[in-house]
Every structure is written in structure tokens, then in C-alpha cells.
T-cell receptor, first 117, second 109 residues
Framework: DTEVTQTPKHLVMGMTNKKSLKCEQH?????MYWYKQKAKKPPELMFV???????INESVPSRFSPECPNSSLLNLHLHALQPEDSALYLC????????????????FGSGTQLSVL | GQSLEQPSEVTAVEGAIVQINCTYQ??????LSWYQQHDGGAPTFLSY????GLEETGRFSSFLSRSDSYGYLLLQELQMKDSASYFC??????????FGAGTRLFVKA
């Protein structure tokens, strides 16, 4: 199984809603990522978890709250989002090569297309 | 900081060869990756170069010159299905993979 599965595929939410994005992989990868991608732009790194611990937070607003319940699951909790947060949210995983090494091969899920009204 | 520059668009005809260049400025550079993304799809890993030289995977090849801070992706025997966005990405160690702005490849019949 070389898949990263994301749900839901599409999400429409109001600015007062609370919702969660989910991501799952069964490749034994210990590094998991959230990226945000606007149309015709590159993916932008948001968060990285390594061995279920938050390793990188790229100064993401607190209305985005990541969670890694176990080594296979990654969630992104959304609350009080703004219309400019509308984007494709991509989850990715890689083999955790540890500090000083590289994680050059990312496996991406198909993403959640989020629209904030 | 890190920055990667690549052309915004490239157009080529079916059956041709196309080269997509990427120049980078990064601290703690480890290697250069390439990803393909079709409209509405997820980025898919194509290749990775940690050392200077050419890596070949089927119709796709990737090249790196660390001394020139330069790499390229070479696509041979172009097919219509190769029309997509191609991103170079830099791994600077740890987990920070940063993407270039992407090159949209249009393959014409």
C-alpha cells in the first residue's frame, strides 16, 4: 500500500464552523506533513510531524490546529477560518530519515479542496 | 533562506524532448527533487538527485550540478499525458522540502 488517503475530498464551511481534515497512511512512514496549495502556486509547508511529535510549524495561524493521534493518522482541525484560507490542503508522508538526513521522497494524498464562505 | 527558480511555462510537441531548468539558492542543500502535478491531482514524486550527474527513470531524466546550483528535468518522447505542472523541490535537511513556483508544460499534437 503506497497510498496516502485524505478525507473529505471537498469541504465547504462557513467562517464560524469547526471542521477537521483527516489523513491516513499505512506505509510505516514516521514523518507526516500538511501543505497548503493555492491555484497555480506551489505547495507551501504548514506543519511537520516526526514520530507523532510536532517538528515544524511554519508560523501557521492558530485557527489551524494539527494533531497526530498515532503513526498512521494526521488531522488538521479548522476553526474560524477566513475566505483567504480557501485552498487545496495536501497531506504527505515520508520515511523519517532523522536529523541531518533527508526526506526527499514525499508521498502526497489527493488533497482536500476547501472553500470558506 | 531557500529559493528555487524555474520557468513558468514550456510548450512542446508530442514526441519531442523538453528540458525544464531549476536554479536554487538554499542553505544546507541536500538534494533536488522533481514532482509532477496534473490539474486537480496530487504532486507525484518523479526523481531525486543528491549527487552531481544524471539520473534516468524511463522517459524522465534529472540532472544536478551542485557547483552551479542548477538542475534540470528532461522529458523524452513527450506524450499528451505529460501536460502538467512540474515542480523542483529542495531538501535542506530535516523535513523542510520547499517547492519552486512550478513550470506548466503544454504538450501539443
Amino acid at each position: 500500500d503506497t497510498e496516502v488517503t485524505q478525507t473529505p475530498k471537498h469541504l465547504v464551511m462557513g467562517m464560524t464552523n469547526k471542521k477537521s481534515l483527516k489523513c491516513e497512511q499505512h506505509m510505516g512512514h514516521r514523518a507526516m506533513y500538511w501543505y497548503k496549495q493555492k491555484a497555480k502556486k506551489p505547495p507551501e509547508l504548514m506543519f511537520v510531524y516526526s514520530y507523532e511529535k510536532l517538528s515544524i510549524n511554519e508560523s501557521v495561524p492558530s485557527r489551524f490546529s494539527p494533531e497526530c493521534p498515532n503513526s498512521s493518522l494526521l488531522n488538521l482541525h479548522l476553526h474560524a477560518l477566513q475566505p483567504e484560507d480557501s485552498a487545496l490542503y495536501l497531506c504527505a508522508s515520508s520515511q523519517d530519515a532523522g536529523q541531518g538526513a533527508t526526506n526527499e521522497k514525499l508521498f502526497f494524498g489527493s488533497g482536500t479542496q476547501l472553500s470558506v464562505l | 533562506g531557500q529559493s528555487l527558480e524555474q520557468p513558468s511555462e514550456v510548450t512542446a510537441v508530442e514526441g519531442a524532448i523538453v528540458q525544464i531548468n531549476c536554479t536554487y539558492q538554499t542553505s544546507g542543500f541536500y538534494g533536488l527533487s522533481w514532482y509532477q502535478q496534473h490539474d486537480g491531482g496530487a504532486p507525484t514524486f518523479l526523481s531525486y538527485n543528491a549527487l552531481d550527474g544524471l539520473e534516468e527513470t524511463g522517459r524522465f531524466s534529472s540532472f544536478l550540478s551542485r557547483s552551479d546550483s542548477y538542475g534540470y528535468l528532461l522529458l523524452q518522447e513527450l506524450q499528451m499525458k505529460d501536460s502538467a505542472s512540474y515542480f523542483c523541490a529542495s531538501s535542506s535537511g530535516g523535513f523542510k522540502t520547499i517547492f519552486g513556483a512550478g513550470t506548466r508544460l503544454f504538450v501539443k499534437a
